[in-house]
């Protein structure tokens, strides 16, 4: 079992910025993908931004260069970079691990942190 706990989100003015941060414990050691995704209100849970063992990231077409995803793998953390935030970033944003080692993959969630873009 993996056990994340995410940690940073809060209200922010549009174009500020904020860094949310991901604290993964367990078995680690089985997690082969990291990131985040968001859920607005009435809308779907998203993809945001992910990164694999070797460092290969994957963002949302609508982050794509003003996020940046990193890892720590000595303290077993992922964290999301938001700059120049949008009232459309409003969502809580999930933590997410994923171990490609059973079949289906086996996703592990946070319990999800708010972030409010308003002026």
């Known amino acids: 079992q993996v056990q994340l706990v995410e940690s940073g989100g809060g209200l922010v003015q549009p174009g500020g910025s904020l860094r949310l941060s991901c604290a993964a414990s367990g078995s680690i050691f089985i997690i082969s993908v990291m990131g985040w995704y968001r859920q607005a209100p009435g809308k779907q849970r998203e993809l945001v931004a992910t990164m694999t063992n070797t460092g290969t990231t994957n963002y949302a077409d609508s982050v794509k260069g003003r996020f940046t995803i990193s890892r720590d793998s000595v303290r077993n953390t992922v964290s999301l970079q938001m700059n120049s935030l949008k009232p459309e970033d409003t969502a809580v944003y999930y933590c997410?691990?994923?171990?490609?080692?059973?079949?289906?993959?086996?996703?592990?969630w946070g319990q999800g942190t708010q972030v409010t873009v308003s002026s």
């Open positions: 997410n691990a994923v171990r490609t080692t059973t079949f289906p993959p086996t996703d592990y």
